[in-house]
C-alpha cells in the first residue's frame, strides 16, 4: 500500500476499528530491544511455523480477515503453524513510555521488530528455523531478515516486494513529490482519508491502483478496507523519498538492504502491479542465488490479471495464489531441522 500512504497525507490519528476478522488461537506478544510490545497471532497446528508479515499502511486483517481471503486459515488448514505480526505502529503494538510513537522508520522495525518477532515465534516452536511469507513490506522485510541473519530462516515467499525502485511510473513521480509535503511529525491519516470517499469504494481511485477491480469481491474488500488500514509514520514516509528518489532499496545511512544469502526464496510479482512493477520485484532474483520468480497473470496461465493487493485477497487468490505458496513451501520443507 505503498503510494496509498503517501497520498494520504495528514498529521492525526484515528481510534482503532473494532475487532472483527478471524480470532486466533492465541495471542502472545513479542518485546524488542528499543522497548516496543508487538502483538503475536497465533493459528496453531502440527507443522512448521511459517510467519506471515504485512504490508505497508496495512495491519493483520490482511491475511485473517475473511475465510474467503485468509492465507492464514488456508496454511493452518494445511498443517502449517501460522504466525501473523504486527509490527510497531499496528493496532497491535504498544510504544514504550515516553517515546513517540509516530516517529520510527523502516529500519526501526528491520532492525528491531523483525528479530524479536523471529525470536518470538522459535522460542515457541520446536524448530530451529521458520519460513515467511511477507506481502509489500512484508517481503521487504524478509529481505533486510536475510541480509541481516539469514540463520533463523528455512525459505522465503514475497508478494509484490520491490527490491529496486529503477522502475516508476508516473504516481510514484507523484508520490515522490507529495512525499515532501507532509509535515515532520505525525502519521499519514489512511483510515480517515479512506473513510471520507468510503461510500464510492467502487469508483476509487486506489480501488484502480491498487488491485484488478474485477479480481475484487467488493462487500469483502470494502470491509477489509474499513479495518485493515493504518496509519504510517513520518519515518516511514521519508524512507520511502529517499527509496523512489534514490532508485535503490536501501537504509537511511544509504546501506543496501537486500545481499545474496543462501536461503530459497519464491518471488511473486503482479502482471499489472503498478505499485510494484514486476521488474522492480524480479530483481530480487538477480541478487538472492536461490530465488524463482513466477508472474502472477494471464501469461503464466491464471484466469485474470493481478495487481498489488488481489495476490493476497483477490477473488481468485485462494484458487490460483495460496496453492502455490502451499507448495512451494512444502517442498522447502522436507528437510527442516527440529530441536
Known amino acids: 500500500m505503498l503510494t496509498w500512504v503517501l497520498l494520504t497525507a495528514c498529521t492525526h490519528t484515528v481510534a482503532s476499528p473494532p475487532a472483527t476478522g478471524l480470532p486466533p488461537a492465541q ?34 486483517y490482511n491475511w485473517d480477515y475473511a475465510e474467503e481471503i485468509s492465507l492464514a486459515s488456508y496454511l493452518q488448514s494445511r498443517g502449517w503453524d501460522v504466525w501473523v505480526a504486527s ?91 507529495a512525499s515532501r509535503l507532509i509535515p515532520a511529525y505525525g502519521t499519514t491519516q489512511s483510515r480517515a482519508t479512506y473513510a471520507a470517499i468510503d461510500a464510492v469504494f467502487e469508483f476509487n481511485p486506489m480501488v484502480q491502483l491498487l488491485s484488478n477491480p474485477e479480481n475484487l469481491d467488493l462487500d469483502l474488500a470494502q470491509g477489509l478496507a474499513d479495518v485493515g488500514m493504518g496509519d504510517v509514520s513520518r519515518g516511514m514516509v521519508k524512507q520511502v523519498h529517499v527509496w523512489l528518489s534514490s532508485g535503490d532499496f536501501v537504509s537511511m545511512e544509504g546501506q543496501p538492504w537486500l545481499t545474496p544469502a543462501q536461503v530459497p526464496v519464491l518471488v511473486l510479482g503482479g502482471s499489472v502491479d503498478r505499485v510494484a512493477p514486476p521488474a522492480n520485484v524480479e530483481a530480487a532474483c538477480a541478487v538472492l542465488p536461490e530465488c524463482e520468480f513466477r508472474l502472477l497473470g494471464t501469461e503464466s496461465g491464471l484466469s485474470t490479471e493481478y495487481g498489488h493487493i488481489d495476490p493476497v485477497v483477490g477473488v481468485t487468490a485462494r484458487i490460483e495464489v495460496y496453492p502455490q505458496i502451499h507448495q512451494w513451501l512444502n517442498l522447502q520443507a522436507e528437510s527442516l531441522p527440529t530441536r
Open 87 to 177: 509490527v510497531r505502529g499496528d493496532m497491535g503494538s504498544t510504544a514504550p513510555p515516553r517515546r513517540g510513537a509516530a516517529t520510527y522508520s523502516f529500519d526501526d522495525i528491520a532492525n528491531y521488530d523483525v528479530p524479536a518477532i523471529i525470536d518470538s515465534v522459535l522460542a515457541q516452536s520446536p524448530h530451529e528455523q521458520l519460513y515467511w511469507v511477507g506481502h509489500s513490506m512484508g517481503g521487504m522485510l524478509l529481505y533486510t531478515a536475510l541480509t541481516r541473519d539469514p540463520g533463523p530462516i528455512a525459505a522465503g515467499v514475497s508478494i509484490g516486494s520491490p527490491a529496486t525502485f529503477a522502475e516508476q511510473e508516473q504516481v510514484h513521480q507523484v508520490a515522490n513529490t
Open 27 to 60: 495471542i502472545s506478544h513479542a518485546q524488542t530491544a528499543d522497548g516496543w510490545d508487538l502483538e503475536m497471532r497465533h493459528f496453531p497446528n502440527e507443522g512448521p511455523p511459517v510467519l506471515l508479515m504485512h504490508g505497508m499502511g496495512t495491519n493483520h
